[in-house]
C-alpha cells in the first residue's frame, strides 16, 4: 500500500520560511493529485494546496497564496510544501495526501484523498 512520509516541520519566527517534504514509496500509477491539508487546535481540516502529478497544475487556498508554493520531484517521488512569510495563523499540523484522480475541482476536499501522511508540527512564534 501506498505510504507517505513527512518532514521539515519545527518552530519558526513569524516572517520566516520552512519546507515541508512528503516522500511517497509504493505510488500507483493512478494517483494523480498529491496535496496539503493543515489543522489546528480546536479548528477543522483545512486546504492549504495540491498539485497534478503528471502535469504540475498547482492549486492554493486564499490564506496561503502568494506566501507558499507546491512542488515536486518526480525522481525522487517528492512533494514540496515552501512555506514564506509564515504567521502565527499558520501554526498547525500539516498533512500531505494523496489522491487517485488528477482533479480540475474537488482538490480542496480532504474526503477526495485516499491516502494520508503522519502530519508533521509547524509552530510559528510571533
Known amino acids: 500500500q501506498m505510504q507517505l512520509v513527512e518532514s521539515g516541520g519545527g518552530l519558526v519566527q513569524a516572517g520566516g520560511s520552512l519546507r515541508l517534504a512528503c516522500v511517497a514509496s509504493?505510488?500507483?500509477?493512478?494517483?494523480?493529485?498529491m496535496g496539503w491539508f493543515r489543522q489546528a487546535p480546536g479548528k477543522e481540516r483545512e486546504f492549504v494546496g495540491a498539485i497534478r502529478w503528471v502535469l504540475p497544475i498547482t492549486h492554493y487556498a486564499d490564506s496561503v497564496k502568494g506566501r507558499f508554493t507546491v512542488s515536486r520531484d518526480t525522481a525522487k517521488n517528492t512533494v514540496y510544501l515552501q512555506m514564506d512569510s509564515l504567521k502565527p495563523e499558520d501554526t498547525a499540523v500539516y498533512y500531505c495526501?494523496?489522491?487517485?484522480?488528477?482533479?480540475?475541482?474537488?482538490?480542496?476536499?480532504?474526503?477526495?484523498?485516499?491516502?494520508w501522511g503522519q502530519g508533521t508540527q509547524v509552530t510559528v512564534s510571533s
Open positions: 495526501a494523496a489522491d487517485r484522480q488528477a482533479r480540475y475541482s474537488g482538490y480542496d476536499w480532504a474526503d477526495n484523498y485516499d491516502y
Open positions: 509504493g505510488r500507483p500509477s493512478s494517483v494523480g493529485t
